[in-house]
């Protein structure tokens, strides 16, 4: 099994980005195009861990409507498979996808995940409505698809040891942060967060991470994670947009 380079994707968009979390649907054209130019190649998350396919994953929170719009026709037409998180309580609102779009991503072997019922931040919540949020949202989404999900990815990355192991509890067998990084055989994954601020040029260097970039982003991680913490999550987002929008 080689190690697993996973990143991170929220909107795809047709114009210019209007949020740091968002890329241009042209930046993630040539993104995919430069990882099969250098070989790679491309696997859901519960693919790696059951059948040991692949070197690269592409995540999609969230469930936005650019992921069947946008995504879903590039990753078709070269035979990609990737794994998408669902928050069931976004499904079939505007900027979203629908049940329908969600069946037909799944019919053609994409993996779907949670990403929560509702969106909130995990590590705030009490025990019951964190049970809720996990749980519920897995069975809403098994029942919808006909098929058991396996992989769990955390809201703005907010996890801690404890809802690992909740999470783990409720029957989840992968658990995807938002922590950078290679995985290799542990089921708490690292992502690489793909945004606004990436170029052309950074595509080579993100698909083949030198140690040093690893370090210099797990340093900006665990900065960020203080940050959240001394701010509390809501008013670090805010803070991130306003500098985002200057």
């Not at 025990?127 to 990815?153: Q, R, T, Y």
């Amino acid at each position: 099994m080689k190690p697993l380079n996973t990143f991170i994707f929220h909107r795809i968009t047709d114009g210019a980005p209007d949020n740091w979390a968002d890329v241009n649907k042209f930046f993630f054209k040539a993104f995919i195009d430069d990882a099969l130019n250098q070989n790679n190649s491309f696997a859901s998350i519960n693919q790696w861990y059951e059948k040991g396919e692949g070197n690269l994953c592409l995540t999609f929170d969230d469930g936005n409507l650019s992921d069947f719009g946008n995504v879903f026709p590039v990753l078709g037409d070269r035979g990609i498979k990737a794994s998408f998180f669902i928050v069931p309580d976004f499904v079939g609102k505007k900027g979203f996808m629908n049940w329908s779009h969600i069946i037909e991503l799944h019919k053609y072997g994409m993996e779907i995940g949670s990403h929560s019922l509702s969106h909130k931040f995990m590590t705030t919540l009490r025990n019951d409505d964190l049970h809720n949020e996990i749980a519920k949202s897995k069975k809403v989404i098994e029942d919808k698809i006909g098929s058991p999900i396996n992989s769990f990815a955390y809201p703005y990355g907010d996890c801690s040891n404890k809802t690992h192991n909740i999470i783990k509890k409720l029957g989840y067998k992968n658990i995807c942060t938002s922590k950078p990084g290679l995985n290799n055989s542990s089921r708490i994954i690292k992502r690489n967060s793909i945004h606004s601020q990436h170029k052309e040029k950074d595509i080579y260097h993100l698909l083949n991470p030198a140690y040093q970039r690893i370090l210099l982003s797990s340093t900006k991680y665990y900065l960020r994670s203080a940050l959240k913490k001394s701010l509390g999550m809501k008013n670090y987002l805010i803070l991130k947009d306003a500098i985002y929008k200057k």
